[in-house]
């Protein structure tokens, strides 16, 4: 597609509750990106896809958080058992990578999730 | 681990005058990236600026520029003739060069409001 999706735009949830959200990423990126924005905070680095695998999912903050991607290109990211503190704007970004120059990363509009 | 810090969390600037957001990060390594994301209240984050740490020209980009100075660690967004959809969240970010993930590093953001 032309742009980065994601889906659902909101999402609210009650505690307990499990969640998916996804991001369709642009077609031919191999590298994708999940961040978490927090009210009143910074964009918080959560894993990185470069095709299908993950080499970096240090900012996962707990074992209640997941994600896959599937065909180096969808990509889901579930938390489970959700708490009041998952209450955020989940952002998906990707890239090309490989390439001599850094390019920036194309972002989606995010999915906000609330957790009542 | 690498930071970055954004020392403003609001500034306001009058239509057509001048304003400058400051950044500044904290890195060991000499070889790196740093750019400035605008997020207007649609969510998503768009590239405004990016600068190769190893170049020593400042990065300009229509209206916005940037001073990079790299032994103060420093990274401000100078917007000239500011317009009314300048108004938006602004992000510095910060990304090493190589390794095994590309995840961006970001501030917390300043808030920039342009009055008429």
């Known amino acids: 597609g032309a742009g980065v999706s994601q889906s659902p735009s909101n999402k609210v949830t009650e505690k307990g509750k499990d969640v998916e959200l996804r991001c369709d990423p642009i077609s031919g990126h191999t590298a994708l990106y999940w961040y978490r924005q927090s009210l009143g905070q910074g964009l918080e680095f959560l894993i990185y896809?470069?095709?299908?695998?993950?080499?970096?999912k240090s900012g996962l903050p707990s074992d209640r958080f997941s994600a896959e991607r599937t065909g180096g290109s969808v990509s889901t990211l579930t938390i489970q058992r959700t708490q009041q503190e998952d209450s955020a704007v989940y952002l998906c970004a990707s890239s090309r990578e490989g390439s001599p120059t850094s390019y920036g990363y194309t972002f989606g509009s995010g999915t906000r999730l609330t957790v009542v | 681990a690498q930071t970055v810090t954004q020392s403003q969390p609001e500034m306001s600037v009058q239509e057509a005058e001048t304003v400058t957001l400051s950044c500044t990060y904290d890195?060991?390594?000499?070889?790196?990236?740093l750019f400035w994301y605008k997020q207007p209240p649609s969510r998503q984050m768009i590239l405004v600026i990016r600068?190769?740490?190893?170049?020593?020209q400042n990065a300009t980009e229509n209206r916005f520029s940037v001073n990079f100075q790299k032994a103060a660690k420093s990274f401000s967004l100078k917007i000239s003739d500011s317009q009314l959809g300048d108004a938006a969240m602004y992000f510095c970010?910060?990304?090493?060069?190589?390794?095994?993930?590309?995840?961006?590093?970001f501030g917390t953001g300043t808030l920039l409001a342009v009055q008429p």
């Open positions: 896809f470069q095709g299908n695998s993950a080499p970096d």
């Open positions: 600068q190769e740490a190893y170049k020593q």
């Open positions: 890195t060991s390594e000499s070889d790196y990236y």
């Open positions: 970010a910060y990304r090493r060069w190589g390794g095994a993930t590309n995840k961006l590093i």
